[in-house]
Every structure is written in C-alpha cells, then in structure tokens.
C-alpha cells in the first residue's frame, strides 16, 4: 500500500474543509503542514537510507493527484517539496542528512540562476531575488540558483568547475516578498525571495543536470525535470477531477432558469461529462504508462533515455493541459452558480488554468518534442 496516498485519502476532507482558508491567507497553514508532514508527502524523493518514504515514482504521482484533489495548492507545494528532495541523492552525505533525514524537513525553491555567489572561506556568499518561491514560508531549508561572479560581477567558474549551483540556504537569512496576489493557486505561498550576503557551507550545493549523483539509486538515475513537470500535472489532474465531480454533484440539484429539470437531465451536460472524464483518464494512463516504464529502467541500473526523458515530458504537458481544459468545460457546464468566488468548480478552474503556465509544462514543449521525434537537432538540457 503506498503510505503518501494512504494519508491523502485520510487527511482529505480536513484539507478540503479549509481550502477557503488556504486560499484567503495566500499560504499553507502551519498546522496543516505539520499534520502532512509526517506521511512523508512533502519528501517522497528521499531516499530510504534517509528515512524516505520509499514509493515509486508512479505511487509519488497518485499521492500528489489525490492531495491535488482535495486543495490544488496542497497538491502543488507536495509537488514543489518533493521535487527538491530530489536533490538529497545528489548533495554530499552531511548535506544530505542535515537537510533531508529528518522526516519535518521541507525543501523548496527556484533553480533559475538569479542570485550571484562569491567564494568565501568555507563556502560562498549569496546575495539573489527568485520568484515563485512556493511553498518557501514553510520550508526548512530553501534553494535557489546562482552563477559564480568575481568582483567585477563577471560569471567565473571556481577551479573545480563549480559555476551555476543551486544552492541551500537557512530559512533565517531570507526574506520573503508579499508579490503573491495572482488568479489562481492562491493558496501556494509562491512569493518572491531574496537573500544578501548569505553564506552557505561549502558542498551545500547542487549543479542540477552537471554534478554526478553521491547516491545511486532509481531516483537519482531518473529525470529530474521530467519529475517537476510530473509532479506539476499530477496536481493539476487531481484538480481537474475534482472539478468534474462537483460539477455532478451541482447537476444533480440545479434547475437552470426556466427549466423544470436539473442541469443533469440535460443531454449536452451529459456529453461535457462524459467527454471530459474520458480526456482526463487518457491522459492520465498516458503519464502513467511513460513513468512506470521509465521507472522500470532506473530500478535496473540504467540512467533513464533521452527518448523515455522526452516521453514522460509529452505526458506531463498533455496532462496539465488536459486538466485545465476539461476543468474549464465544467466551469462553462455548471453556468452561473460558478462564478461565485464560494464555488469550488471556480477554483478549479483558476487553479489549473494557473498550473498550465508552468514552464516545465507550457505547450511549447511540443515543439522540442517534435523536433526530437523529427530528427532534428534539438537543445534537450532540462528535458
């Protein structure tokens, strides 16, 4: 039995209860978070000889669609965490304990390479400004990316070829920044951060696709980026379905004016149903398929292929894109009792429409992935 998804069908309906709460503060509560936080939802890529929960990567999935299902910015900042702790098979081991073996520590952050590092004695000195820090006001430990600068400010690799780290810095040293005012995934907490002058040890750090893993295993051997985007539409599927069940729960009992029948009776409500679970559930088996057989080559040694890598980001995209188009569909089905702020299938339908501006899942990607599949020559660095 997967222990993340046990958890999320358990502590379900508290997190749904206080979605209106979650999105109203702009961030997870902090007592939400500590109820979570022991199922090992926030940390599921952390290896077992750090106390990881030891799930696949497909039962990872299930468990961020299920805790997406009950509150889309839960399901977001499982999603965020976990694909920071990723990097626990990468960091050197006293890194890797301090930051990741405790089962409350929480990671977080974003890997573009906005702050500056100078070497200092004993590590470096980071001063740098991110945005969509999600999920950072309740981390332990939060990362962002930097490039090396000399004193002129110049990009200069360090003699061991370290220059752009992502690197982990103590939540006392950030500031966050309240820019987190947006339409959707209100609730995520993804607020600008900044850091001056911020030493890190030295090795608390990772070159995300450049530094070998210290700890072989099936995570460390599998995509990085094909997890994030992953990790993003397994929140957003979880959504989606959300959407098309409270939208039967709505046709049941709306009468649109003028109509003597509900809105379930009607035949081009039916049909919106039908269709969408139909679309959401190809394009989840479709992600399904891509990652479990992916996992299979990791579990056997092997790093994962550049053809498995492109696979899994098709799914990914096609997924989040699905979900936001079919939890728009019941938005339109379910007329004007939908766009009252109180109506969940509104939310919906923010909340995805939010998570298909993700980088790692913007349509765009289908064009690399074309190109792939053309023959063509194609940059494939974060695929």
Not at 11 to 22: K, N, V, W
Not at 136 to 153: E, F, P, Q, S, Y
Not at 325 to 334: F, G, T
Not at 362 to 369: D, I, L, N, S, V
């Amino acid at each position: 039995m997967n222990p993340v998804l046990a958890a999320a069908q358990e502590l379900g309906p508290a997190i749904s209860a206080r979605s209106a709460e979650i999105e109203s503060a702009g961030t997870l509560p902090q007592d939400l978070v500590d109820a979570i936080a022991p199922s090992g939802a926030f940390r599921m890529y952390v290896p077992e000889d750090l106390n990881g929960p030891g799930v696949t990567a497909w039962e990872s999935l299930q468990a961020t669609e299920a805790f997406g299902y009950h509150d889309g910015a839960v399901g977001w900042c499982v999603a965020i965490g976990s694909t920071t702790s990723l990097m626990s098979s990468y960091l050197p081991d006293d890194h890797a304990r301090a930051l990741f073996a405790d089962p409350a520590s929480i990671g977080g952050g974003f890997a573009m390479a906005n702050g500056k590092a100078t070497p200092v004695d004993g590590g470096l000195s980071v001063t740098g400004q991110w945005q969509w820090g999600s999920g950072t006001k309740h981390c332990t430990t939060i990362g962002g990316g930097a490039r090396l600068v000399d004193a002129a400010g110049k990009t200069t690799p360090r003699d061991d070829g370290l220059v752009v780290p992502f690197v982990f810095m103590d939540p006392d040293d950030v500031e966050f920044i309240e820019t987190w005012d947006v339409a959707g995934l209100s609730g995520t907490g993804s607020v600008d951060y900044a850091v001056t002058e911020a030493f890190v040890p030295e090795g608390r750090w990772v070159q995300i696709g450049m530094d070998p893993a210290v700890r072989d295993n099936a995570l460390s051997r599998f995509s990085f980026y094909g997890m994030l985007a992953s990790g993003v539409a397994s929140a957003a599927v979880g959504i989606a379905r959300r959407s098309i069940d409270e939208l039967v729960a709505l046709a049941a009992s709306k009468r649109p004016q003028g109509s003597r029948k509900p809105l379930a009776e009607r035949a081009t409500i039916q049909a919106e149903v039908g269709l969408a679970e139909a679309r959401l559930g190809s394009a989840w088996a479709f992600l399904e398929d891509a990652i479990n057989e992916t996992w299979e080559t990791a579990l056997a040694g092997s790093m994962t292929s550049e053809a498995q890598r492109r696979r899994i980001r098709i799914g990914a995209v096609h997924a989040t894109q699905t979900a936001a188009q079919v939890a728009e569909s019941m938005y339109r089905a379910a007329g004007g009792a939908a766009v009252y702020r109180t109506s969940p299938i509104q939310r919906c339908f923010r909340d995805t429409n939010v998570a298909a501006q993700h980088a790692m899942v913007a349509p765009r990607m289908y064009e690399t992935a074309g190109r792939m599949r053309l023959g063509l020559e194609t940059n494939t660095a974060t695929l």
